[in-house]
């Protein structure tokens, strides 16, 4: 049997609306990795903590500051052998009260600052003492030489310039 039908050629897409798509897939993928990059530099990016000098006019008594937390360091040791507060609360009020003293002797704000922000601030023996009060302040289970922590920051006090 004999037929008068050819078979057709496979039937041809046209390569432009392929291309087309194709083209829009990668310019929104590129954009995509544009957009969380520059998301991800601006979380990174971490602003130096400005470092503020006291006015020429103000004149501040330091050996009286100097006095006044030397004063607190001792209360917190007596509450500390009394057994008043507990090892992690004694590591907390000394920390609180060295950068309380660095506050009030630079007007830098310590006392908001982390220890990152410490770091960058460039204040010398502030961090290594900070860092050395992180893990009794915050681990599970407080543990720490107190004796040597509280003789530490009053180092720091009577030593500043």
Known sequence: M??????????????????????IFAIMTIGLIV????????????????????????????????NKYIKK?????????EEKIDLRKAYQEISENVRLF??????????????????KANIPGLYELIEEYYEPEFAEKSVGDFDDAI??????VSEWN
Do not use: C, H
């Open 35 to 66: 957009v969380l990059i520059k998301k991800n530099k601006k979380q990174v990016v971490v602003k130096k903590p400005e470092v503020k000098k006291a006015p020429e006019k103000s004149i501040k008594n330091i050996p009286a500051i100097k």
């Open 102 to 119: 660095v506050f009030e002797v630079t007007d830098i704000t310590t006392q908001n600052f982390s220890l990152s922000e410490i770091k």
């Open 2 to 23: 004999q037929t008068s039908i050819n078979l057709q050629s496979m039937y041809n897409y046209s390569v432009w609306p392929l291309l087309l798509v194709f083209f």
């Open 73 to 81: 360091l001792n209360g917190i040791e007596s509450k500390y052998k």
């Open 151 to 156: 003789n530490k920051a009053r180092r720091i």
